[in-house]
């Protein structure tokens, strides 16, 4: 969070005009988004020229982050601290005598001398390079504790696919013991069945076996009780048949001897009758 002051509308001839234009030798730093040069002097205007003005004094508010200020920014004005809302992530901050300003502060001292209508001395212009070095490294704390370097973002993420790698492998791993287990307790799960069915089928047809031998058995009685019968049948059949014909035979036998005596009985009958008409026709024929 950028130092807030509000905005001094002045001459553009009092401006400092070439001092964001040099590049300084020994700077080597870029930051990592391109600023024009209107809106760094709009930045420069704001947060300098009314802060270092004698009538700026009157109770202006600069707040930075973690309440932290430095010995220019709490002379001649009122700073108040902010809480933060928001957990911050640990970044290594690049320290103070690492760093490397975005621009020329012996240039921006002469600049100041230099120019405006009110020409400052060397102890002011350096006191305004140092409260622009110093709200220059607060906003830097402020970019580096929500940003990270190129480098660091390479660590995390050569860190984290190492980790996907590390998570990958396991995973791989780790499905193949369980399909290895899966396949193993499928496996056994299988020849259980198996083994279960194969008995089952197996008592099944020593059921069924048994019960074809007692049905074959009783079928094997029932024939043989059966052919007793048959042969009992026949038996008693042949016997009665035998002892109709011997009935048979003994009731033509006596018929024909019936007849016999029949016939014997007639015949001396007759012969008895001729006799009696001969004696009566021999008496009849002698009166």
Not at 10 to 30: H, W
Request: hydrophobic share 35%; glycine share 2%; net charge positive.
């Amino acid at each position: 969070m950028f130092a807030t002051v509000q905005k001094l509308h002045f001459p553009a001839s009092s401006l400092p005009q070439n001092y964001l234009a040099r590049k300084p030798e020994r700077d080597s730093f870029r930051l990592s988004f391109p600023l024009s040069k209107r809106d760094a002097e709009d930045m420069w205007s704001r947060s300098v020229w009314r802060l270092l003005l004698p009538e700026s004094s009157g109770g202006r508010q600069v707040s930075t982050p973690r309440g932290r200020f430095s010995r220019a920014l709490r002379r001649d004005f009122f700073t108040t601290t902010t809480k933060e809302e928001y957990d911050t992530r640990r970044v290594d901050i690049t320290p103070l005598e690492q760093r490397k300003l975005t621009f020329d502060t012996h240039a921006l001292v002469r600049d100041l001398e230099t120019h405006g209508e009110k020409r400052f001395d060397k102890a002011q212009a350096k006191t305004i390079v140092s409260v622009l070095t110093t709200l220059s490294n607060v906003s830097l704390d402020t970019i580096y504790k929500e940003m990270v370097t190129q480098a660091q973002q390479e660590i995390t993420v050569q860190q984290l696919m190492a980790h996907l790698d590390s998570i990958r492998k396991d995973m791989v791993i780790l499905e193949k013991s369980e399909f290895a287990n899966l396949r193993a307790e499928n496996e056994n799960e299988t020849s259980q069945i198996r083994a279960d069915n194969k008995l089952d089928i197996n008592l099944e047809r020593s059921r069924v076996t048994d019960m074809f031998t007692d049905q074959e058995k009783k079928l094997m009685e029932a024939t043989t009780e059966f052919t007793k019968k048959d042969t009992q049948t026949n038996s008693i059949i042949s016997e009665t048949s035998n002892k109709i014909d011997t009935e048979i035979a003994s009731l033509k036998t006596l018929m024909e001897s019936n007849k016999l005596e029949t016939i014997r009985y007639l015949a001396a009958s007759v012969f008895t009758c001729l006799a009696i008409a001969l004696g009566f026709y021999r008496l009849w024929k002698q009166q």
